[in-house]
């Protein structure tokens, strides 16, 4: 089955530890995206990818990093730099093309004490 | 400033009932708008997908209604049952510039549906 596997589904980590959350398709979709969930608001762009070696800057970059070496992986670097990283981080592929639906990886929720 | 609200934040409902929810947006000039479901502690699921040149999409017991002019889009769940019980998210897409778009989210109406 093709779909979006995020891992691991729980992390913790000590304050000021930097961490990669993982993200792989098998869907063969060209642009993908993290976007992190707090409670009460709704889903915020961190950054995104339209093809493989290249990324932008969402809404919310401050004290993140991510890669796009291989078209299927998208790992996300929570850095020691963002102020506020517990959060359920979520993500999310599509094709191309402006009417393709976002389609969601399960999500991971880290915990930063 | 593009903003996506729905309302209401919350939904309790019997079983059986018939229930619409509601998705606002300010700007118009919109390529699509998307429907997910989402399950505590879970990704999202998408459920419908209305281009702008759509006025609605059916799947199942689910019908998604799209008014530009208005800025609104409804989804209506017909004969609600336990499993319906979720969070439902609206996105709405706008062009920002040739090759770029921006994927805006509401909040969310969190649904409970009693058997």
């Known amino acids: 089955d093709g779909g979006i596997t995020q891992s691991p589904k729980y992390l913790f980590r000590k304050e000021g530890q930097n961490v990669t959350l993982s993200c792989e398709q098998n869907?063969?979709?060209?642009?993908m995206y993290w976007y992190r969930q707090d409670p009460g608001q709704g889903l915020r762009l961190i950054y995104y990818s339209q093809i493989v070696n290249d990324f932008q800057k969402g809404d919310i970059a401050e004290g993140y990093s991510v890669s796009r070496e291989k078209k299927e992986s998208f790992p996300l670097t929570v850095t020691s730099a963002q102020k506020n990283p517990t959060a359920f981080y979520l993500c999310?592929?599509?094709?191309?093309?402006?009417?393709?639906?976002?389609?969601f990886g399960n999500g991971t929720r880290l915990t930063v004490t | 400033k593009q903003e996506v609200t729905q309302i209401p934040a919350a939904l309790s409902v019997p079983e059986g009932e018939n229930l619409v929810l509601n998705c606002s947006f300010t700007?118009?000039?919109?390529?699509?708008l998307q429907w997910f479901r989402q399950d505590p502690g879970k990704g999202l699921t998408s459920l419908l997908l209305i281009q702008s040149s759509q006025r609605e999409q059916t799947s199942g017991r689910l019908n998604a209604s799209l008014d530009k002019s208005s800025g609104r889009s409804t989804l209506y769940i017909a004969a609600s049952q336990p499993g319906d019980s979720a969070t439902y998210l609206c996105?709405?897409?706008?062009?920002?510039?040739?090759?770029?778009?921006?994927?805006?989210f509401g909040t969310g109406t969190r649904l409970q549906v009693f058997p």
């Open positions: 999310a592929s599509t094709r191309r093309s402006y009417n393709s639906p976002l389609h």
């Open positions: 700007d118009s000039a919109i390529y699509n």
């Open positions: 996105a709405v897409r706008y062009s920002l510039s040739y090759n770029t778009d921006k994927l805006i």
């Open positions: 869907l063969n979709h060209d642009a």
